[in-house]
């Protein structure tokens, strides 16, 4: 079975400035995909970033990028000029790659991260 | 967009009680999902659904049953309510061959 761990369960930022959020697993799957979610308060869960595991090459996406870690199965999220908007539930989440063409499997969720941006 | 709706936001039902959670996606989904969301423990899978009529256990299966007979509705039954599924439910669903799940707002349900 698949878990994930996100170490750290609360952490703030000022606006502007850099913060990462921890995240690792654990699997003996050679093919998956990690994922970073955002959950607003109040508001519905929505996919940040993906990575799939045989890319070498960090995922990134405008202000949010990785560190995937394949040998240490660590996958951090780091949110760049962070902003008001930032703040929310954080998730990492790890999905088995369904055959060939890939496809969707249940998730496995971490526990989160409630990030707080700071005026 | 991909639209994911739930049928209430907040609901409060007695112990005992049997309580419908209903789930509708507008984009042809295949896949659909019901999560339970617990402060501290993250998302935990109940049921899923690759087709109508068919589903598979989750993680956390007991205490709830699922239905789908049509491909845009998943419901979640708990066939008699207890205070310890006082719960965040979300449902999520997504293409057959694609990795992304859309999640619906959630219901925050509380039994007394």
């Known amino acids: 079975a698949q878990t994930v761990t996100q170490s750290q369960p609360e952490m703030s930022v000022q606006e502007a400035e850099t913060v990462t959020l921890s995240c690792t697993y654990d699997?003996?799957?050679?093919?998956?995909?990690l994922f970073w979610y955002k959950q607003p308060p109040s508001r519905q869960m929505i996919l940040v970033i993906r990575?799939?595991?045989?890319?070498?090459q960090n995922a990134t996406e405008n202000r949010f990028s990785v560190n995937f870690q394949k040998a240490a199965k660590s996958f951090s999220l780091k949110i760049s000029d962070s902003q008001l908007g930032d703040t929310a539930m954080y998730f990492c989440?790890?999905?088995?790659?369904?055959?060939?063409?890939?496809?969707?499997?249940?998730?496995?969720f971490g526990k989160g991260t409630k990030l707080t941006v700071n005026p | 967009d991909v639209k994911v709706t739930q049928s209430s936001r907040y609901l409060v039902k007695r112990t005992g009680e049997k309580v419908f959670l209903e789930c509708v996606q507008d984009?042809?989904?295949?896949?659909m999902f019901w999560y339970r969301q617990d402060p501290g423990l993250g998302l935990r899978l109940i049921y899923f659904?690759?087709?109508?009529?068919?589903?598979e256990k989750g993680d956390i299966p007991e205490g709830y049953s699922v239905s789908r007979e049509k491909k845009e509705r998943f419901s979640l039954i708990l066939e008699s309510a207890s205070t310890n599924q006082t719960s965040m439910y979300l449902c999520?669903?997504?293409?057959?061959?694609?990795?992304?799940?859309?999640f619906g707002p959630g219901t925050r349900l509380t039994v007394t």
């Open positions: 999520a669903s997504s293409k057959e061959w694609s990795y992304e799940q859309y």
């Open positions: 699997t003996s799957e050679s093919n998956y995909y």
């Open positions: 990575q799939e595991a045989y890319k070498q």
């Open positions: 989440a790890f999905m088995k790659r369904r055959g060939i063409q890939g496809g969707s499997e249940k998730l496995v």
């Open positions: 984009m042809d989904h295949e896949n």
């Open positions: 659904s690759y087709d109508v009529k068919m589903k």
